[in-house]
């Protein structure tokens, strides 16, 4: 039977254990040939993570390449030791390890060859860990232990023992055991049997609560910055909460800085107070953004922002747009609400207009959303809009005005904001006028988006589509703005941004009642920014559904992965014949 108490780290035994090995290699021995370092080489049928082991352990790296007289022998020493260590710390306590010497010969350095029989692999046969103290009901413990991979069966390894007393000794820390200890922890492995028992005693003692939570001075009112605090006074203490408060604070636009920590653990009361230093960002900013696309050509954005416009954190906003086919300046003003990180009131108006190659439109719009984020992450958007319109569309020109009550719902989920490998968008917004309410004209419409992006082999493939459905009488009574069109960038490649849709007689694009576009695509990485993809495009805009006449597209192009995200340029052609290849630039997040 061997005990083996408070084991030192693998790196550490390692870095200890070849002290030295490491001076030997580099005290009056030769200089190394240039470029050229010792070879070893493992016979073996080892499973790769145990070869891997073995291999950084014993590595010959700092090992002069003609060594010294006399050196051999310690050399063989050392790489046998370290071999052992490393079959030990992965289970393998009784290897056969023959290492065999070569000689340095001309330029080539020497080598050792390891010849390892493995034997038979030691298996946990027993976890014993007792809890002295509150943490026994604390459920975080216990999902620890049974996340560590020391289940009575499972093989032994050394580096999953260290890590569930770092887990353990860790947890006491963050979920306020400010007494606790692990008193105890030892590995008993018996070679004879290929079985090892893991003991471990935790004395947690109780567990402390939050005492008072003091928050520096700071020019907003009390009851918005207590509203981010994700813990409270009297709560059992839960470091994770503070890295959430943390977070929240950080989440908002008013602090540039958050520090949450300790301040004073309290042995009679059993609490721990929590001190918040908040630095305040400045209350003006400039805003600028520019942007290309073929569909709207060069784009610029200016704007002005305040942060907080009173202590009550309401936050204002103004700003201008333009580019060759669209002009607009636009307001607006947020409130914050109950809980400021996921609920606020939004009133705001815009003067957008827009020329394309199908349609002119002057709009003026002035409305109010109630956005909240559920705990599910999705977010929920209920408006109030109203909408004034000058538009000419082919062989219309009119004005319209609606009220338009609506709803959205949408959520992004992603490995990564900027290039994700897997995440998804979802989205559906609804919206209608009526004319007994003060609009022109009724009609209710249902707008949905998807967006999946899954990783494939080495690249990604990105898929995406849209479907829209207006239920009117006339798509003549719907304002420009509120009508489907097809092609461009983002919808259809291979055809002018808005170019798809029904027509009139004099084969004029008017838009359409209801719109469905579908796209697949796949990009590889050929280097650290740059990728190359291939894609396909379908879809259109129509009023009847036994008139859908897909359009259908196919392409390529190049992605650069720019900080502020992919930059696209693609070539692509429409497959109905005679059309030219056109080209599509554009940049932005993926998702």
């Not at 060859?113 to 002295?132: A, D, Q």
């Not at 909460?241 to 602090?255: D, N």
């Not at 190049?558 to 995200?565: A, F, I």
Request: charged share 25%.
């Amino acid at each position: 039977m061997r005990t083996e108490r408070r084991r030192r780290p693998l790196a550490l035994r390692a870095l200890l254990s070849g002290l030295p090995l490491v001076l030997a290699f580099t005290v009056n021995a030769p200089a190394r040939a240039a470029d050229k370092e010792p070879v070893l080489t493992i016979k073996s049928d080892l499973r790769d993570e145990v070869r891997d082991n073995v291999r950084v352990l014993v590595g010959l790296d700092d090992a002069a390449c003609q060594p010294g007289p006399g050196q051999k022998a310690l050399i063989l020493r050392q790489v046998r030791n370290r071999s052992e260590e490393a079959m030990q710390a992965l289970g393998y306590y009784q290897p056969d390890i023959v290492p065999q010497w070569r000689d340095a010969t001309g330029d080539a350095c020497f080598g050792v060859t390891l010849t390892i029989t493995p034997g038979p692999r030691t298996k946990v046969e027993t976890l014993s860990i007792t809890f002295n103290g509150e943490a026994q009901q604390d459920p975080a413990f216990q999902n620890a232990i049974d996340k560590a991979g020391l289940s009575p069966g499972d093989p032994l390894r050394h580096d999953r023992y260290e890590a569930l007393k770092r887990r353990l000794q860790q947890l006491l820390i963050d979920r306020g055991y400010a007494e606790g200890s692990l008193s105890t922890h030892r590995l008993e492995v018996d070679r004879a049997r290929h079985l090892a028992r893991v003991v471990m005693v935790v004395d947690s003692g109780p567990r402390y609560s939050v005492g008072e939570i003091i928050i520096n001075e700071v020019p907003l009112d009390p009851r918005l910055v207590n509203a981010y605090l994700r813990f409270a006074s009297g709560e059992p203490f839960n470091n994770e909460r503070l890295l959430a408060t943390q977070q929240a604070y950080m989440g908002t636009s008013y602090f540039s800085a958050a520090r949450l920590e300790r301040s004073k653990v309290n042995a009679d009361s059993k609490t721990i107070d929590v001190g918040i230093n908040l630095t305040m960002r400045n209350r003006w900013a400039l805003l600028t953004g520019v942007g290309v696309s073929t569909d709207t050509g060069p784009r610029l954005r200016l704007g002005i922002e305040n942060r907080r416009i009173n202590s009550a954190g309401h936050r204002a906003r103004a700003e201008t747009e333009l580019s060759d086919l669209r002009q607009g300046v636009g307001a607006n003003y947020q409130i914050p609400l109950r809980d400021p990180n996921t609920e606020r009131l939004d009133l705001h108006t815009r003067y957008l207009n827009e020329i394309t190659d199908t349609r002119e439109s002057e709009t003026i719009s002035t409305g109010v959303d109630y956005i909240r984020e559920l705990p599910s992450k999705w977010v929920v958007t209920t408006s109030l809009e109203y909408l004034q319109e000058n538009f000419d569309v082919a062989d219309q020109a009119d004005h319209i005005e609606l009220i338009m009550p609506g709803i959205q719902i949408s959520r992004v989920h992603s490995d990564d904001p900027i290039y994700p490998r897997w995440g998804w968008r979802l989205g559906v917004k609804v919206r209608g006028a009526h004319e007994s309410l003060a609009s022109s004209s009724s009609f209710v419409q249902a707008d949905s988006w998807a967006k999946l992006v899954v990783p494939l082999g080495k690249g990604r493939l990105l898929t995406r589509a849209e479907v829209g459905y207006t239920e009117i009488d006339n798509v003549r009574n719907l304002p420009a703005s509120l009508r489907f069109f097809a092609g461009g960038d983002s919808s259809v490649r291979g055809f002018a941004y808005e170019s798809l849709g029904p027509t009139n007689d004099d084969d004029e694009v008017i838009g359409g009642r209801h719109l469905l576009v579908t796209s697949v695509e796949y990009d590889r990485p050929i280097s650290r920014q740059w990728s190359l993809a291939v894609f396909s495009d379908a879809g259109n805009a129509f009023n009847d559904f036994n008139d859908y006449d897909v359009e259908r597209s196919a392409g390529f192009g190049v992605r650069w992965r720019s900080p502020l995200g992919p930059i696209r340029l693609d070539l692509a052609r429409g497959l109905s014949g005679g059309d030219t290849w056109r080209l599509h630039l554009s940049m932005g997040p993926d998702l």
